[in-house]
């Protein structure tokens, strides 16, 4: 069975630095043309695509926020079948509260315009507080 | 970016009734390699989003058949033939054929 799980503090104060971590189990992060992506929901808005980790080690982000966010396979573990991909989004301010996914992206199409693919199994959802 | 409007954005439907949602989106999302990257979600009250449909209009294993998608270019509709108490939830559109990948803003189904 195909789990994503999200962890990571729930509060923040402004300009910290958001670290969240996606427990993946029954696929591989370099099974062929599959992906982990970070979404987030803000109160009162549209779900938002922001990161994404292929499989082929490309990495995309939301181009406006281009410059605070990275995803990054954890590598600090000996454990083979560990499997996360880590999240992080610079100077966090109130308007980045909201609830954070991690999804898994099972099979990816990439030409000559880019990746195309969707979203199958959704974590829970971790919600993140930035507050004074 | 690509701007995906859904209409309406509240339906409140009759148990057993049709439902349908229409997807408009800011340029076409048919692709380069013939293939359109548009997508159907349901998130349900207090759970995380579940993909349903994919390009356009294939249902994922274990969406039941009630649920169909249509259209090209820009305009794509989901459409319910009977709701049932389990379709109750938000459903969004997504495409991919663009970077960056765009939801609407959701379509809130309830009962009357």
């Known amino acids: 069975q195909v789990t994503v799980k999200e962890s990571g503090p729930v509060l923040l104060r402004p300009t910290e630095t958001l670290t969240l971590t996606c427990t993946v189990s029954g696929f591989a992060l370099n099974n062929p043309y599959t992906g982990v992506s970070w979404l987030r929901q803000r109160p009162g808005k549209a779900l938002e695509w922001l990161a994404t980790?292929?499989?082929?080690?490309?990495?995309?982000?939301?181009?406006?926020l281009r410059t605070r966010l990275t995803v990054s396979k954890d590598t600090s573990s000996t454990d083979t079948s560990r499997r996360q991909v880590v999240f992080t989004m610079t100077t966090v301010d109130p308007a980045d509260s909201g609830t954070y996914y991690c999804?898994?992206?099972?099979?990816?199409?990439?030409?000559?315009?880019?990746?195309?693919?969707?979203?199958?199994?959704w974590g829970q959802g971790t919600l993140v507080s930035v507050s004074s | 970016d690509i701007v995906m409007t859904q209409s309406p954005l509240s339906l409140s439907v009759t148990p057993g009734q049709p439902a349908s949602i229409s997807c408009k989106s800011s340029?076409?999302?048919?692709?380069?390699?013939?293939?359109?990257?548009l997508y159907w979600s349901l998130q349900r009250p207090g759970q995380s989003p579940q993909l349903l449909i994919y390009e356009v209009s294939n249902r994922l294993p274990g969406v039941p058949d009630r649920f169909s998608g249509s259209g090209s270019g820009t305009d794509f509709t989901l459409r319910i033939s009977r709701v049932e108490a389990d379709d109750v939830g938000v459903y969004y559109c997504?495409?991919?054929?663009?970077?960056?990948?765009?939801f609407g803003q959701g379509t809130k189904v309830e009962f009357k």
């Open positions: 997504m495409e991919s054929t663009h970077f960056p990948w765009t």
């Open positions: 999804a898994r992206i099972p099979l990816y199409v990439y030409d000559s315009s880019g990746y195309h693919g969707a979203f199958d199994v």
């Open positions: 980790l292929f499989s082929s080690d490309d990495k995309f982000y939301f181009p406006s």
């Open positions: 340029q076409t999302l048919l692709n380069r390699d013939g293939r359109t990257y």
